[in-house]
T-cell receptor, first 112, second 110 residues
Framework: DAGVIQSPRHEVTEMGQEVTLRCKPISGHDYLFWYRQTMMRGLELLIYFNNNVPIDDSGMPEDRFSAKMPNASFSNLKIQPSEPRDSAVYFC??????????FGDGTRLSIL | SQQGEEDPQALSIQEGENATMNCSYKTSINNLQWYRQNSGRGLVHLILIRSNEREKHSGRLRVTLDTSKKSSSLLITASRAADTASYFCATDGGWGKLQFGAGTQVVVTP
């Protein structure tokens, strides 16, 4: 049974570059969440979708961040332009209805 | 902002001992959940307790919830080295939107 799949697992890039993080949720799940985890701020919800529609993006830090879910089996989170303070582990999670969330193993992003 | 605050921040115990960690939160909730995170991995759901429940068990896990005090506790009995991980409480105020605490780092030594 495949879980939530995130790619890449690690990304190192230079400041100013565009970064794209990808997520494949569990088949049949209707909610998808993007989180960011840092030592300083812990785990923060950035945005979540229900049936591919963004419901709440109040956690997106600024206009440099955008997320889309073009279909039920794929979502991406883009940062353009990237900055060193964007360095973090980004997690994608999915769930069905009110069931608990299933997390991917994250993308560790380093912006130099 | 973080809704839940875990206590202690870190816990070191020996195999066979029990581990207890606490979570306090600020606003009303539909349910409270506990997750485990192993180093370099995503979070794994452990147990969910609804606002009208006071205690719940799952294997070696026991969770309590006191809504009057806005607090919850997670007890891991007879700990094993494999229980070494960070443990997070998360509150669900509705619509499945979770707010996580800062976590308790548990180290179980053989």
């Amino acid at each position: 049974d495949a879980g939530v799949i995130q790619s890449p697992r690690h990304e190192v890039t230079e400041m100013g570059q565009e970064v794209t993080l990808r997520c494949k949720p569990i088949s049949g799940h209707d909610y998808l969440f993007w989180y960011r985890q840092t030592m300083m701020r812990g785990l923060e919800l950035l945005i979540y979708f229900n049936n591919n529609v963004p419901i709440d993006d109040s956690g997106m830090p600024e206009d440099r961040f955008s997320a889309k879910m073009p279909n039920a089996s794929f979502s991406n989170l883009k940062i353009q332009p990237s900055e060193p303070r964007d360095s973090a582990v980004y997690f994608c999670a999915s769930s069905f209805g009110e069931q608990p969330q299933h997390f991917g193993d994250g993308t560790r992003l380093s912006i130099l | 902002s973080q809704q839940g605050e875990e206590d202690p921040q870190a816990l070191s115990i020996q195999e066979g001992e029990n581990a207890t960690m606490n979570c306090s939160y600020k606003t009303s909730i539909n349910n409270l959940q506990w997750y485990r995170q192993n180093s370099g991995r995503g979070l794994v759901h452990l147990i969910l307790i609804r606002s009208n429940e006071r205690e719940k068990h799952s294997g070696r896990l026991r969770v309590t919830l006191d809504t009057s005090k806005k607090s919850s506790s997670l007890l891991i009995t007879a700990s094993r080295a494999a229980d070494t991980a960070s443990y997070f409480c998360a509150t669900d105020g509705g619509w499945g939107k979770l707010q996580f605490g800062a976590g308790t780092q548990v180290v179980v030594t053989p």
